[in-house]
Nanobody, 115 residues
Framework: QVQLVESGGGLVQAGGSLRLSCAASGSTFSLNTMGWYRQAPGKQRELVAAITSGGSTNYGDSVKGRFTISRDKAKNTVLLQMNSLKPEDTAVYYC?????????WGQGTQVTVSS
């Protein structure tokens, strides 16, 4: 089993920045891809960013150029630096991890961007 705990959400004004952190614990050996999805009220969950164990990254189109994902494999932590935030970035952000073909999810952290 893998447990994921997110932190760093909150309220920020448009144009501001936030950094989300996700720490994995438990059976973290062989963790593959880690990253973030988000879900806004009334919308489907969408990919924000992902990073493989080899360091390859993938971003959702709406956050490219504004968000940066990074990973500390030694600490089993993934970070999401969010800059130039917009009101449409308001959502619950969920950390995920993939291990041996199985997905694990965190509880989510709220990010609210005021205009």
């Amino acid at each position: 089993q893998v447990q994921l705990v997110e932190s760093g959400g909150g309220l920020v004004q448009a144009g501001g920045s936030l950094r989300l952190s996700c720490a994995a614990s438990g059976s973290t050996f062989s963790l593959n891809t880690m990253g973030w999805y988000r879900q806004a009220p009334g919308k489907q969950r969408e990919l924000v960013a992902a990073i493989t164990s080899g360091g390859s990254t993938n971003y959702g189109d709406s956050v490219k150029g504004r968000f940066t994902i990074s990973r500390d494999k030694a600490k089993n932590t993934v970070l999401l630096q969010m800059n130039s935030l917009k009101p449409e970035d308001t959502a619950v952000y969920y950390c995920f991890a993939v291990k041996l073909g199985r997905d694990y999810w965190g509880q989510g952290t709220q990010v609210t961007v005021s205009s």
